[in-house]
T-cell receptor
């Protein structure tokens, strides 16, 4: 079983839509969680950390559900510039485990 | 420097040749990771350095792959006798500690002909 699993998509949504991605992780001992964004042919960049209490950064909201071992990312009022691949990242021990990413395309 | 620096940005080599990829982490970052990403695929962990501890080499795909980190800073990933399946983007990342956020370099695109 993979450490981190994500729906690869693709998600094609119109501008202004709300879209949500989920990610599940297999190890209950995992201690830190992040969402990274990767643009085509670019390196991944940190989007936001994910906390149990939930956290928000502008149009982006991240949630962690430890009991069910999943994390989510909600994007409101989608912009064309949100088009990218979103990577779920879980830290277990010293290791960063990356999901394969969910592809989002925001359509004009 | 301000960010993680990798060189070269592109490397084209012939099958069977050796290549060296370089990574300069962010100053002060103690943890350094190497990943590999094939086109349209996720990140594949290769090796991890933390301070002066022995590296975690569990992700290296074969004994043709090796890496070192000199002086706790610059790291070199060496691939011997390259094969076509080694073609990928090799990404280096560093972090301040073991559970801190990762900062990636822009990667080395390796093409083995």
């Amino acid at each position: 079983r993979k450490e981190v699993e994500q729906d690869p998509g693709p998600f094609n949504v119109p501008e202004g839509a709300t879209v949500a991605f989920n990610c599940t992780y297999s190890n209950s001992a995992s201690q830190s969680f992040f969402w990274y964004r990767q643009d085509c042919r670019k390196e991944p960049k940190l989007l936001m950390s994910v906390y149990s209490s939930g956290n928000e950064d502008g149009r982006f909201t991240a949630q962690l559900n430890r009991a069910s071992q999943y994390i989510s990312l909600l994007i409101r009022d989608s912009k064309l510039s949100d088009s990218a691949t979103y990577l779920c990242v879980v830290i277990t021990g010293n290791q960063f485990y990356f999901g394969t990413g969910t592809s989002l395309t925001v359509i004009p | 420097g301000a960010g993680v620096s990798q060189s070269p940005s592109n490397k084209v080599t012939e099958k069977g040749k050796d290549v060296e990829l370089r990574c300069d982490p962010i100053s002060g970052h103690t943890a350094l990771y190497w990943y590999r990403q094939s086109l349209g695929q996720g990140l594949e962990f290769l090796i991890y350095f933390q301070g002066n501890s022995a590296p975690d080499k569990s992700g290296l795909p074969s004994d043709r792959f090796s890496a070192e980190r000199t002086g706790g800073s610059v790291s070199t990933l060496t691939i011997q006798r390259t094969q076509q399946e080694d073609s990928a983007v090799y990404l280096c990342a560093s972090s301040y500690g073991t559970v801190e956020k990762l900062f990636f370099g822009s990667g080395t695109q390796l093409s083995v002909l």
